[in-house]
């Protein structure tokens, strides 16, 4: 992949490294130290059910990291009291919202490519009974541009960002079924 020896010697290194091996035999543990519950829910949150945006990040980018295969494991290190079936169910509830957002996303790219398909075939359509009637070579170039763009915003929204968003709802199902531990630091009080 790389020409120069040097850099060819140095990404074996790091993916060879045995730190980073030992790293991703735990990769699907998720640690979190909390320190208070404004930490775990958002501040505007009246019954505690709404998780803080900033927890939800961190539990999303290492989630992305657990290899496919395994079960999410999420361990939060605290000194208050925290029950971990309310933090369960916080998290499920911040899931269920996060999916069902993302597959009116993968709906709504699914139309908009069904759409753009649509006016494409036709645009296309309109380029030959263009071409039988009229040697008019501006307005068929005009066209003709016209039906390439939509059929190539129909493959870029279905082909290409749709697997995206999929990719989100596959980590969101992940995370929904993660396992949640609570361990009380009684050292850091």
């Not at 949150?45 to 989630?63: C, V």
Request: one cysteine or more.
């Amino acid at each position: 992949m790389f020409w120069n020896k040097k850099i060819q010697e140095i990404d074996n290194l790091i993916l060879n490294s045995n730190e980073l091996n030992e790293k991703s035999e735990d990769a699907s543990v998720i640690n979190v130290k909390i320190d208070g519950k404004d930490q775990l829910f958002s501040a505007y949150s009246y019954s505690e059910d709404k998780l803080n945006i900033e927890f939800s990040n961190y539990i999303f980018d290492k989630a992305k990291d657990a290899p496919v295969k395994e079960k999410i494991k999420i361990i939060i290190h605290s000194a208050n009291d925290l029950d971990a079936s309310e933090v369960q169910q916080s998290l499920k509830s911040h899931c269920k919202s996060a999916y069902i957002e993302s597959k009116k996303e993968i709906k709504r790219i699914v139309f908009v490519s069904t759409i753009m398909t649509i006016l494409g075939i036709l645009a296309l359509t309109a380029l030959i009974l263009i071409n039988h009637f009229t040697e008019n070579i501006y307005i068929t170039s005009i066209v003709e541009i016209a039906a390439w763009v939509f059929i190539w915003e129909a493959v870029d929204f279905f082909f290409l960002q749709r697997p995206v968003v999929k990719g989100k709802c596959l980590l969101i199902q992940r995370i929904y079924m993660a396992e949640i531990d609570i361990c009380k630091d009684e050292d850091k009080i």
